[in-house]
């Protein structure tokens, strides 16, 4: 099974700052790879796929790169709505599509 | 829009089964997942059944206990949880698969609740 490795666990940042979250796949997952975003008590939320694709309705503030293992999430300028834990999960070929362990953004 | 329903709380054990069901698009085209969230934890994928149930997976912390299966007549999702242990307590997620691979839509959850 391919195990992911996301840090930090938490972050906490102010409103305009740039913030990056990394991810390791414990083997290449060819760019399949998904952010989500969820806040307290909701359903995760798509924001980005294939690594780098920002999913329809996300603000350009969010970005995804990298490739083979190492993948990163950054948001550009944090806004106040933006607190919140974010995962990243690998979809390379069959399940089990594993999970990072989530990191917490705090104000 | 996918609504999951049947979430409560039982015994160690003891069996539920989880019901979503989906709306807004054709169901019987997707490949759906579950996947679940316990108290304070992060997200662990749970189980995948391919449209036509031709194809079916489980995480190895819950196979041989969960059974994973689908009506596409009545564009639903089931999961029949047995041998229930605390450890199961979670929210579970009903989660559409894009043609791609990721989870492209996921329903609000429903809480199961293992404990005597």
């Known amino acids: 099974d391919i195990q992911m490795t996301q840090s930090p666990s938490s972050l906490s940042a102010s409103v305009g700052d740039r913030v990056t979250i990394t991810c390791r796949a414990s083997?290449?997952?060819?760019?399949?790879l998904a952010w989500y975003q969820q806040k307290a008590g909701k359903a995760p939320k798509l924001l980005l796929y294939a690594a780098s694709r920002l999913e329809s309705g996300v603000p350009s503030r969010f970005s995804g790169s990298g490739s083979g293992t190492d993948y990163t999430l950054t948001i550009s300028s944090l806004q106040p709505e933006d607190f919140a834990t974010y995962y990243c999960?690998?979809?390379?070929?069959?399940?089990?599509?594993?999970f990072g362990q989530g990191t917490k953004l705090e104000i | 829009q996918l609504v999951e329903s049947g979430g409560g709380l039982q015994q160690p054990g003891g069996s539920l089964r989880l019901s979503c069901t989906a709306s807004g698009f054709t169901f019987d085209a997707y490949t759906m997942n579950w996947v679940r969230q316990a108290p304070g934890k992060g997200l662990e994928w749970v189980s995948y059944?391919?449209?036509?149930?031709?194809?079916?997976y489980y995480a190895d912390s819950v196979r041989g206990r969960f059974a994973v299966s689908r009506d596409n007549a009545k564009n639903s999702l089931y999961l029949q949880m047995n041998s229930l242990r605390a450890d199961d307590t979670a929210v579970y997620y009903c989660a559409r698969r894009n043609r791609s691979g990721y989870f492209d839509s996921w329903g609000q959850g429903t809480l199961v609740t293992v404990s005597s």
């Open positions: 059944i391919t449209g036509n149930s031709g194809t079916i």
């Open positions: 999960q690998q979809y390379y070929f069959t399940p089990p599509y594993t």
């Open positions: 083997q290449g997952i060819s760019n399949s």
